[in-house]
């Protein structure tokens, strides 16, 4: 059998669920023993999932995930457009140059 993008990205989905849930099992936590992340990142296999389905589509930092983020944040927000950035800084860059904007109306 010859095999094709589609089974071998099946594949890797399949070992990478199954990895997933073997590393990021929910474990009962221990006060005072247990660790507690400084990041507070919380992972998953669905987490994992989205991150690697993301990377085999060769879309690291935006594409399909950020558009249906966008999307739903607009319609959570009740907002006509919404545009995610990089970071804290570019945010407050892009809020600044909206805000004091000649095309901006007031």
């Known amino acids: 059998m010859t095999k094709t993008i589609e089974n071998i990205t099946d594949e890797i989905k399949k070992l990478v ?3 997933s849930d073997l590393k990021f ?3 009962e936590f221990n006060a005072g023993t247990d660790t507690v992340p400084v990041s507070g990142k919380v992972l998953g296999n669905l987490e994992i999932q989205n991150m690697v389905d993301a990377s085999l589509e060769g879309w ?3 594409g399909r995930f950020n558009n249906e983020f966008e999307k739903k944040l607009a319609k959570f927000l009740n907002v006509k457009c919404l545009l995610t950035v990089n970071s804290g800084s570019s945010a407050n860059l ?3 140059s909206t805000l004091t904007s000649e095309k901006t109306k007031r």
Do not use: M, V
Request: aromatic share 8%; glycine share 0%; hydrophobic share 35%.
């Open 25 to 27: 099992k929910k474990k």
């Open 60 to 62: 690291l930092t935006t």
């Open 17 to 19: 669920s199954e990895l």
């Open 94 to 96: 892009i809020s600044f």
